[in-house]
């Protein structure tokens, strides 16, 4: 079965900083995916990013982007210019589509902070 | 597009009592998800479904039920609460082809006294 880790339960960083938030996992299969959650106190589960096993490329969106490292298993976000609406849990997720039902293995998520 | 939707938002039970939790999504999804997040921790799932009429176990399924007569609907139902299955209940679903992408619900946050 896979497994995901966030060993940063809480970080805390100043506005306008950059921050990145680590994950590693376990899997023997070679094509899947992992995805970064965003959950702000209102409890919404919000994507903030997506990255194919497949492709070499790290993935960005805007300020977001990931270090994906394969071979270790290693999946970080990358937060630049940190803004305060982007204190929120942070989740990594292992999504793979063997079997059909794309079902999500989360980690223990990392309580962010932004300080004004 | 209101996405995925689920009632109530809030709820308090008190131990033995039963109650259901309505999912609906309007994206014409194959696949659906119940996941439970306890404090701290991440999601885990409950149940899932990937069709109409077919659903399976995830990884904690003990003391629910579900059900799937439709695509649009997956109600979750707890039979005997205990104050183990107190918990933020959240409801997902996904187009099941392309890249995986899950939508959630708000969620439920349930406690049972």
């Known amino acids: 079965a896979q497994t995901v880790t966030q060993s940063q339960p809480e970080m805390s960083v100043q506005e306008a900083e950059t921050v990145t938030l680590s994950c590693t996992y376990d899997t023997s299969e070679n094509n899947y995916y992992l995805f970064w959650y965003k959950q702000p106190p209102s409890r919404q589960m919000i994507l903030v990013i997506r990255q194919e096993a497949y492709k070499q490329q790290n993935a960005t969106e805007n300020r977001f982007s990931v270090n994906f490292q394969k071979a270790a298993k290693s999946f970080s976000l990358k937060i630049s210019d940190s803004q305060l609406g982007d204190t929120a849990m942070y989740f990594c997720?292992?999504?793979?589509?063997?079997?059909?039902?794309?079902?999500?293995?989360f980690g223990q998520g990392t309580r962010l902070t932004i300080n004004p | 597009n209101a996405g995925v939707t689920q009632t109530p938002k809030f709820r308090i039970l008190k131990i033995g009592q039963s109650m259901t939790l309505q999912c609906t999504q309007d994206?014409?999804?194959?696949?659906m998800y119940w996941y439970r997040q306890d404090p701290g921790m991440g999601l885990k799932l409950i149940y899932y479904?990937?069709?109409?009429?077919?659903?399976d176990k995830g990884e904690v399924p003990n003391g629910y039920n579900v059900s799937r007569s439709t695509t649009e609907d997956f109600p979750l139902r707890l039979e005997l609460a205990a104050p183990s299955q107190t918990s933020v209940y959240f409801c997902?679903?996904?187009?099941?082809?392309?890249?995986?992408?899950?939508?959630f619900g708000q969620g439920t946050r349930l406690t049972v006294v």
């Open positions: 997902a679903s996904t187009i099941g082809t392309g890249n995986g992408e899950a939508f």
């Open positions: 479904s990937v069709g109409a009429g077919i659903t």
């Open positions: 997720a292992f999504m793979s589509p063997l079997g059909g039902a794309q079902k999500l293995v």
């Open positions: 994206m014409n999804h194959n696949y």
